[in-house]
T-cell receptor
Framework: KAGVTQTPRYLIKTRGQQVTLSCSPI?????VSWYQQTPGQGLQFLFE???????NKGNFPGRFSGRQFSNSRSEMNVSTLELGDSALYLC??????????????FGQGTRLTVV | GENVEQHPSTLSVQEGDSAVIKCTYS??????FPWYKQELGKRPQLIID?????GEKKDQRIAVTLNKTAKHFSLHITETQPEDSAVYFC??????????????FGRGTQLTVWP
């Protein structure tokens, strides 16, 4: 069974640009969550999608957005990049459900560097 | 919202000794508590989890205990080996419709096992 796949693995962007990251969950998983990981702040929750609907949102500015497609693949977009957006962006997929939490498995992440 | 505190932030042990990492949570609605291990440059990997209807769970050298009354849970690693060296994250997930699918992470513990 294939794991969670994130593309691209590495990105270098300049300030002001926008970027789109992609996440393909484990087959059969309907929930995809996104986290930002930085040395100083740990794992910060961005948002979670379940069956194409955003179910949860963290405390990030509106420059951070996401979506989920009917095949459960998800994308996140960051517009008007700032230096502080440099981080490892991780997505996690889980089977989840309307009333229960299940194991979440992470992708290898996309390392974004903003210069 | 949920708040997860993790201690210690760093832990050094001799090979063969035991290691204990402790976490506390604030939301009594949390009912799912996973632990992740992240080696340098790699994705967080789920190593063990526990649900609120269970007080203890064991998997070979790893065990997790949960005290719902005190709102704390702990990871125990026995007979540590150098390959156990990594950052360990605890997390909590409330069973509440508005937060399903979201994991609240502790800040992580850097475990170093010396040969």
């Amino acid at each position: 069974k294939a794991g969670v796949t994130q593309t691209p693995r590495y990105l270098i962007k300049t300030r002001g640009q926008q970027v789109t990251l992609s996440c393909s969950p484990i087959s059969g998983h309907r929930s995809v969550s996104w986290y930002q990981q930085t040395p100083g702040q740990g794992l910060q929750f961005l948002f979670e999608y379940f069956s194409e609907t955003q179910r949860n949102k963290g405390n990030f500015p509106g420059r951070f957005s996401g979506r989920q497609f009917s095949n459960s693949r998800s994308e996140m977009n960051v517009s008007t990049l700032e230096l502080g957006d440099s981080a490892l962006y991780l997505c996690a997929s889980s089977f989840s459900g309307p009333t229960m939490n299940t194991e979440a498995f992470f992708g290898q992440g996309t390392r974004l560097t903003v210069v | 919202g949920e708040n997860v505190e993790q201690h210690p932030s760093t832990l050094s042990v001799q090979e063969g000794d035991s290691a204990v990492i402790k976490c506390t949570y604030s939301d009594s609605a949390s009912n799912y508590f996973p632990w992740y291990k992240q080696e340098l440059g790699k994705r967080p990997q789920l190593i063990i989890d526990i649900r609120s209807n269970v007080g203890e769970k064991k998997d070979q050298r790893i065990a997790v205990t949960l005290n719902k009354t005190a709102k704390h849970f702990s990871l125990h690693i026995t007979e540590t080996q150098p390959e156990d060296s990594a950052v360990y994250f605890c997390a909590a997930s409330p069973k509440r419709g508005s937060t399903l699918g979201r994991l609240y992470f502790g800040r992580g513990t850097q475990l170093t096992v010396w040969p």
